[in-house]
């Protein structure tokens, strides 16, 4: 996997990532990402990006407040 910005290798990592939501404020913890080794840019996967909105919608749905979601046991 390449980095996007920069073009230098990415390796696999977990981040967590805060959605603004009308709701609240959303986060999600241990997401599997790609993480860039010289520019610390992080990009996500298609399937990864389609189960973030999934949980992103569920939430919405579900929750007032602040709402604090683990990636690896929503997926
Ligand atoms: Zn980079």
């Known amino acids: ?3 996007m910005r920069c073009g230098r290798e990415a390796y696999r990592s977990t981040t967590s990532e805060a959605i603004e939501t009308e709701f609240g404020l959303l986060v999600i913890r241990n997401i599997p990402c790609y993480k860039c080794e010289e520019c610390d840019e992080i990009f996500y996967t298609g399937d990864v990006v389609e189960i973030i909105e999934e949980i992103t919608a569920q939430v919405k749905q579900a929750t007032q407040g602040l709402t604090i979601i683990d990636y690896s046991k929503a997926a």
Do not use: A, E, I, L
């Open 1 to 3: 996997m390449k980095c």
